[in-house]
């Protein structure tokens, strides 16, 4: 028969590999071994020990306290970050809204108007632009998760300082830019005064037939020269997303050549364009979806154009 110090010796190795399983896991999730090391080893030396106090030597109860606490330590970052995201997004909306009311008001100079970009894209492309970075799944200090750089948030972080960027849309759709909710039969008045008093538009083109009216009035309305097109990435982890965005960039540069918009064939890492008038772009450069910065030296380009 095993002495009772020989039977506390193994429950307490068995609860100290439970508990090293368990902040393994935490993690191996969480996707960040350096940065999160330190705060699960300590959070676990601790749960276990208030566990031990408060079930004494109900072992299924230690071990129910004890994961929960890691539950709590993977979900809790987890949540805060969405809730935080979601009231960030509500501020970016209501800016939004403000800017469209200051350029409805019937008084106020054009200085007096905020500085703002709009952004324009087909309505299925919101959340479909993603650009895929893989991460050594083997790296300790990296993690098992990829980075994902989605292209209007990554627009919207590059040309910060040039006012907020808004968009047509409902609020709280989506993160990135603000979102300006419009009437069925109003949308395309709103888009005018938009496009008219924007620092800067950018466009997606696309076959819709909403978004190739915005970009003729682009031209019709000669607001081109302040107008940055992107070509969106199709390198993604799903064949049908990344042939969705092919075919619907081949369509818009057929149906756009009729009002004399020349679109280059797609590459899958995409592309920025710029246009003086009708015909060919002036210039194209790569996408960098990893560096926002990347679109102040894009500003700085069609300035000195």
């Known amino acids: 028969m095993s002495s009772p110090t020989g039977l ?51 072992d299924w109860l230690v071990y129910v306290l ?11 970052p987890v949540a805060f970050l969405w809730v935080s995201r979601r009231f960030e997004q509500r501020a970016r909306d209501r800016e939004a ?26 309505f299925w492309s919101t959340g479909n632009f993603v650009e895929y970075s893989d991460v050594d799944m083997t790296d300790p200090f990296l993690g098992f998760s990829n980075i994902d750089f989605e292209l209007e948030e990554q627009i919207r972080k590059g040309l910060l300082p040039f006012g907020a960027m808004v968009a047509l849309g409902a609020p709280g759709e989506h993160f990135g830019a603000g979102r300006l909710p419009v009437e069925e039969d109003r949308w395309k008045e709103k888009i005018l005064l938009l496009m008219k008093h924007a620092r800067w538009i950018i466009a997606v083109p696309s076959g819709r037939p909403g978004t190739l009216w915005e970009l003729e009035r682009i031209f019709e309305h000669g607001v081109q ?49 710029y246009y003086r008038d009708r015909g060919g772009p002036l210039f194209t450069e790569e996408l960098r979806l990893n560096r926002p910065r990347s679109w102040r030296q ?8």
């Not at 071994?33 to 408060?54: E, H, N, Q």
């Not at 004890?66 to 809790?76: C, E, K, P, W, Y």
């Not at 009311?101 to 108007?113: C, H, Q």
């Not at 894009?298 to 154009?305: E, G, L, Q, T």
């Open 225 to 273: 020269t302040k107008t940055i097109f992107v070509m969106p990435p199709s390198a993604g982890r799903r064949k049908a997303k990344r042939d969705v965005i092919v075919r619907d960039w081949a369509d818009a540069a057929a149906k756009s050549a009729a009002f004399g918009l020349v679109l280059p064939p797609h590459r899958p890492e995409g592309a920025v364009l």
């Open 8 to 58: 506390r010796a193994l429950r307490f190795v068995f609860d100290a590999l439970y508990v090293v399983s368990l902040a393994l896991l935490t993690l191996i999730v969480s996707g960040s071994v350096v940065t999160m090391g330190a705060p699960v080893v300590i959070v676990g030396m601790y749960a276990y020990k208030l566990a031990r106090s408060v079930a004494g030597d109900a």
């Open 97 to 122: 809204a403000a800017v469209l009311g200051a350029l409805e008001s019937d008084g106020g100079s054009e200085k007096a108007k905020p500085p703002f970009l709009l952004y324009l894209r087909p």
């Open 298 to 305: 894009v500003i700085d380009r069609v300035s000195n154009a």
């Open 66 to 76: 004890v994961g929960s606490s890691f539950v709590a330590l993977l979900l809790a």
